[in-house]
């Protein structure tokens, strides 16, 4: 399987799930630490945006202390805050905090709540009037772990996630805002609404006048999915792309890109005139198709890009109509 690696202006994807991996940030939180926002991830940098739905829904894999941050701030850096903790005390209670030094958190008894080997999943909400929700889902059903109501609220404009007390973690979040739709007893529709990752965005800057006709270490300027933890399965992905020319796309033989074996595709080459795949580093080209104005400096367009165990590389355009063929191209080494 290949790893995937972009090289052009301004992209953005459309992924199954992210995946975040946070280290132990040490034996601190906000009852210590007044700038404890500081040790945490915001989510905004993953682009992913829960307050605009009040909830966030994820998988987490850790033995304990997995803390989310609810903050009056879109980076964090605000003093006003709740600081949850799942699985503190040793992976014994539940923590709610509200701002640095609360001496008197809500606090709940949850034995092994949370899994060093097994996935977690959890969903967090809260409303304007100050309302905090949490549940754990299961396969038998939702328990609800915490439901509290804050009299003075704090109106959440940005969310963040550490491990902590010498816990790593694993977080998983789902891709897209998925709708459920059932009927009560009643007979009232009921709707359930959960809001992850729609699309994540990555802007790269010119690398320069490189491809791999001219250097064999080209796999040096290109930004690694891996490293926003776009994982692309069963050998495809879908890309959408604002670039004036020369997007470029490497699949690899080596997760950390740091390899002489790839495949490089040049979309909207020699000017936006042309679209090329190269294997290795070669000056031959072993695919050119012509594609007039296959890119736009203005408007984005969408690329699905394939490859199969015996070789094949296919790369798509999307139309609003149907996908069209740019090339494919089976390699028989």
């Known amino acids: 399987m290949f790893q995937l690696c972009i090289l052009c202006q301004i992209m953005f994807l459309i992924v199954d799930e992210i995946q975040?991996?946070?280290?132990?940030t040490g034996n601190t939180d906000s009852y210590t630490n007044p700038n404890i926002f500081e040790d945490y991830i915001?989510?905004?940098?993953?682009?992913?945006?829960?307050?605009?739905?009040?909830?966030?829904?994820?998988?987490?894999?850790?033995?304990?202390d997995a803390f989310i941050l609810l903050s009056a701030a879109f980076d964090l850096k605000s003093h006003d805050f709740y600081e949850i903790c799942l699985g503190g005390s040793g992976n014994q209670d539940t923590y709610l905090r509200r701002k640095y030094n609360d001496a008197n958190p809500f606090k709940i008894s949850t034995p092994d709540i949370l899994g060093c080997t097994e996935k977690s999943t959890f969903e967090i909400r809260w409303t304007i009037e100050g309302t905090i929700h949490i549940a754990k889902e299961s396969?038998?059903?939702?328990?609800?772990?915490?439901?509290?109501?804050d009299s003075t609220p704090l109106l959440i404009r940005g969310v963040g996630i550490r491990t902590a007390w010498g816990s790593d973690g694993l977080w998983i979040f789902e891709s897209a805002s998925m709708q459920t739709h059932g009927t009560q007893d009643n007979g009232e529709v009921s709707e359930i609404c959960r809001t992850c990752l729609d699309e994540i965005w990555i802007q790269t800057l010119d690398s320069g006048n490189v491809d791999a006709t001219k250097i064999p270490d080209v796999f040096n300027y290109y930004t690694?999915?891996?490293?926003y933890h776009i994982l692309p399965s069963q050998n495809q992905f879908r890309i959408s792309v604002k670039a004036c020319h020369d997007a470029f796309i490497l699949l690899s033989a080596?997760?950390?890109?740091?390899?002489p074996d790839f495949y490089e595709i040049c979309i909207g080459a020699r000017n936006n005139n042309s679209t090329v795949l190269r294997?290795?580093?070669?000056?031959?080209?072993?695919?050119?198709?012509?594609?007039?104005?296959?890119?736009?400096?203005?408007?984005?367009?969408?690329?699905?890009?394939?490859?199969?165990?015996?070789?094949?590389?296919?790369?798509?355009?999307?139309?609003?109509?149907r996908p069209g063929g740019v090339f494919r191209w089976t390699d028989t080494t």
């Open 224 to 227: 690694n999915l891996s490293n």
């Open 20 to 24: 975040i991996r946070t280290l132990n």
């Open 42 to 64: 915001s989510l905004s940098d993953y682009h992913m945006f829960p307050s605009e739905k009040q909830s966030v829904r994820f998988t987490i894999e850790a033995c304990h």
């Open 139 to 149: 396969a038998v059903g939702t328990e609800t772990i915490i439901d509290v109501k």
């Open 279 to 321: 294997r290795n580093f070669s000056s031959n080209n072993v695919v050119s198709t012509l594609t007039p104005g296959t890119l736009s400096c203005t408007n984005r367009t969408t690329f699905f890009v394939s490859w199969e165990i015996n070789g094949q590389i296919t790369l798509k355009k999307e139309t609003s109509d």
């Open 254 to 259: 080596a997760k950390d890109l740091q390899s």
